[in-house]
T-cell receptor, first 117, second 114 residues
Framework: GAVVSQHPSWVICKSGTSVKIECRSLDFQATTMFWYRQFPKQSLMLMATSNEGSKATYEQGVEKDKFLINHASLTLSTLTVTSAHPEDSSFYIC?????????????FGPGTRLTVL | AQSVTQLDSQVPVFEEAPVELRCNYSSSVSVYLFWYVQYPNQGLQLLLKYLSGSTLVKGINGFEAEFNKSQTSFHLRKPSVHISDTAEYFCAVTKGGGSYIPTFGRGTSLIVHP
């Protein structure tokens, strides 16, 4: 149980285009989902917290208009990187916290590798 | 606010040798502690967690960790590692008792040599 999927697993796009990444909780409902960015050989950097039915809460320094987050249902959150540039290339990981669970555990998706040319 | 320190960025070890990955945290309140493993190009997988109770926590893949409140540590151990344990390991801490977002350490790269 507690499986989180991400789609796509990798994407290559041209500079200036927008890319949408989906995060789904497959067997549980997640009122809260998180989006992280990870640079090579570094830890996860929290970008934003997404709550179903409300606006996402962005961490300091993360551009809201650049990284659009939509948490449309209890099982789906999307991250759209708008007008992507090479510096947006990174590994993006989502996680989901169950509506009822123990210990604040987050379940992580497998990640999406974004490469902007 | 909490913080997590993983002192070792890289730990090389030979196969079948024991290993310890160190994690220290700072917090003024009670905490929950986690260890995650990340294989290349994959997301994080929970190895084990400490919420309360016994300070020795056993996880998957033969790993265990001990919560030491006086030393504010939560070191991860395995008595005999395998090549397949080569991965990045992250320690994380969150406030206990509420829906708080965890703070991650910078990670320790475990490299198991044959």
């Amino acid at each position: 149980g507690a499986v989180v999927s991400q789609h796509p697993s990798w994407v290559i796009c041209k500079s200036g285009t927008s890319v949408k990444i989906e995060c789904r909780s497959l067997d549980f409902q997640a009122t809260t989902m998180f989006w992280y960015r990870q640079f090579p050989k570094q830890s996860l950097m929290l970008m934003a917290t997404s709550n179903e039915g409300s606006k996402a809460t962005y961490e300091q320094g993360v551009e809201k208009d650049k990284f659009l987050i939509n948490h449309a249902s209890l099982t789906l959150s999307t991250l759209t990187v708008t007008s992507a540039h090479p510096e947006d290339s990174s590994f993006y990981i989502c996680s989901a916290r169950a509506s009822s669970g123990s210990g604040n555990e987050q379940f992580f998706g497998p990640g999406t590798r974004l490469t902007v040319l | 606010a909490q913080s997590v320190t993983q002192l070792d960025s890289q730990v090389p070890v030979f196969e079948e040798a024991p290993v310890e990955l160190r994690c220290n945290y700072s917090s003024s309140v009670s905490v929950y502690l986690f260890w995650y493993v990340q294989y290349p190009n994959q997301g994080l997988q929970l190895l084990l967690k400490y919420l309360s109770g016994s300070t020795l926590v056993k996880g998957i893949n033969g790993f265990e960790a001990e919560f030491n409140k006086s030393q504010t540590s939560f070191h991860l151990r395995k008595p005999s590692v395998h090549i397949s344990d080569t991965a990045e390991y992250f320690c994380a801490v969150t406030k206990g008792g509420g829906s708080y977002i965890p703070t991650f350490g910078r990670g320790t790269s475990l490299i198991v040599h044959p």
